[in-house]
């Protein structure tokens, strides 16, 4: 999603005139007004057996692609989740960058694309790693993708404490599986936070 996003904040923040930024940021912020299961269920009538794309590709004279009930859902899902807030903490982020800082490394020599990557991202660094850090904070935990789309084949631990409690009720097990996800959420973002946040060490 971070990856996806990129292209989309950079123009909204460098390339967009103020007018189209605010018809971007409107349509960014449009998926919110629909509950998210709204939106995963909207997918199943685009990637189902019968859906608009497959449609489209038998009309190519290609296919059917079993694209529902597959890891590429589950992956479709967490996007539909995450990319619209990725690209507005992307935004934000790269809204703040000192544009004097591009005009100086421009007059040094510096490409459009070594700019990006040497001044516009470490400029932007805490945004970034921010927006990735929810992205994987909401995809991890989340049970509607994988359920609705994946059809529970992606084994991911939010469906293992779900059959936890309903096999048997293995409560012991599930409230295993709930601890390691914590502790992992916690590992991930105090870790997220030193990489954002991290004071480098002055040379001597």
């Not at 084994?155 to 409690?165: K, M, Y």
């Not at 502790?183 to 997220?192: D, G, N, R, S």
Request: aromatic share 14%; proline share 4%; hydrophobic share 55%.
């Amino acid at each position: 999603c971070s990856v996806l996003a990129f292209p989309a904040s950079y123009a909204l923040a460098f390339k967009a005139s103020p007018a189209f930024q605010r018809i971007g940021l409107f349509i960014v912020i449009t998926p919110f007004f629909t509950s998210y299961l709204v939106r995963i269920y909207s997918w199943q009538v685009v990637i189902s057996d019968n859906g608009l794309l497959n449609g489209i590709f038998g009309y190519l004279g290609l296919g059917p692609f079993d694209m529902q009930s597959t890891l590429f859902g589950t992956m479709i899902g967490y996007v539909t989740l995450t990319l619209p807030l990725v690209i507005l903490l992307q935004f934000f982020s790269l809204s703040g960058v000192d544009r004097n800082l591009i005009e100086a490394a421009h007059n040094l020599g510096c490409g459009r694309l070594r700019t990006v990557f040497l001044v516009i991202v470490p400029s932007a660094k805490i945004g970034l790693i921010l927006a990735a850090t929810f992205a994987f904070i909401l995809c991890f935990g989340d049970l509607v993708s994988p359920t609705s789309l994946g059809g529970g084949k992606a084994p991911t631990l939010s469906i293992l404490i779900v059959d936890s409690v309903k096999q048997g009720n293995h409560w012991p097990r599930a409230a295993v599986v709930a601890v390691v996800m914590v502790f992992t959420l916690i590992v991930v973002a105090f870790t997220a936070l030193y990489f954002a946040y991290g004071v480098k060490k002055s040379k001597t």
